[in-house]
T-cell receptor, first 113, second 113 residues
Framework: KQEVTQIPAALSVPEGENLVLNCSFT??????LQWFRQDPGKGLTSLLL?????REQTSGRLNASLDKSSGRSTLYIAASQPGDSATYLC????????????FGKGTKLTVNP | GAVVSQHPSRVICKSGTSVKIECRSL??????MFWYRQFPKQSLMLMAT?????????EQGVEKDKFLINHASLTLSTLTVTSAHPEDSSFYIC?????????FGPGTRLTVT
């Protein structure tokens, strides 16, 4: 059974700092991995999707890496801003196109002005 | 593109009553939609996979007779919580699949009194 763990559970940083969020998964046979952002009481916004054959994806100040063999992914946020404050969720889907996403509990990020 | 809406955004109902939540893909057709539940400070848990024109597939431990899912068209799936109880109070989020990505709705906060 796939399990996804995110560390740390919460992170508070000053504005402008670069930071890394971590995600690990127990079964390396994944189809893809996604990073989402969730604001309080809101739905999910997809940030980056990495296919199992890819090593990383970039979008603006965000960079996500994937090391499938070790079951790890990181989300790097450069030059953090108060608007980046949210909960960041990592989710993986299994091989075989089952489409089911297994989510971690998330990392709650607070960027202080 | 790829916008998913949910209605209502918030609902309060009395114990023993039923409540229906709608999930719509606004600008694309989705043969597959998913329903998730999220308890406070927990990760999203997949409840069921909704397939247009066929029966939903429920995850282990989810009562299909309590959580009725109907996917009558390519843009609409509904989740009906029957005989709701306070322990059903949660945040319900749907997603619609397009290609290999899932696009999420804004969620529905259900409170059962």
């Amino acid at each position: 059974k796939q399990e996804v763990t995110q560390i740390p559970a919460a992170l508070s940083v000053p504005e402008g700092e670069n930071l890394v969020l971590n995600c690990s998964f127990t079964d390396s046979a994944i189809y893809n991995l996604q990073w989402f952002r969730q604001d309080p009481g809101k739905g999910l916004t997809s940030l980056l999707l990495i296919q199992s054959s890819q090593r990383e994806q970039t979008s603006g100040r965000l960079n996500a890496s994937l090391d499938k063999s070790s079951g790890r992914s990181t989300l790097y946020i450069a030059a953090s801003q108060p608007g980046d404050s949210a909960t960041y969720l990592c989710a993986v889907s299994s091989q075989g196109g089952s489409e089911k996403l297994v989510f971690g509990k998330g990392t709650k990020l607070t960027v202080n002005p | 593109g790829a916008v998913v809406s949910q209605h209502p955004s918030r609902v309060i109902c009395k114990s023993g009553t039923s409540v229906k939540i709608e999930c719509r893909s606004l600008d694309f057709q989705a043969t597959t939609m998913f329903w998730y539940r999220q308890f406070p400070k927990q990760s999203l848990m997949l409840m069921a996979t909704s397939n247009e024109g066929s029966k939903a597939t429920y995850e282990q431990g989810v009562e299909k007779d309590k959580f009725l899912i109907n996917h009558a068209s390519l843009t609409l799936s509904t989740l009906t919580v029957t005989s709701a109880h306070p322990e059903d109070s949660s945040f319900y989020i749907c997603s619609a699949r397009r290609g290999y990505e899932q696009y999420f709705g804004p969620g529905t906060r259900l409170t059962v009194t």
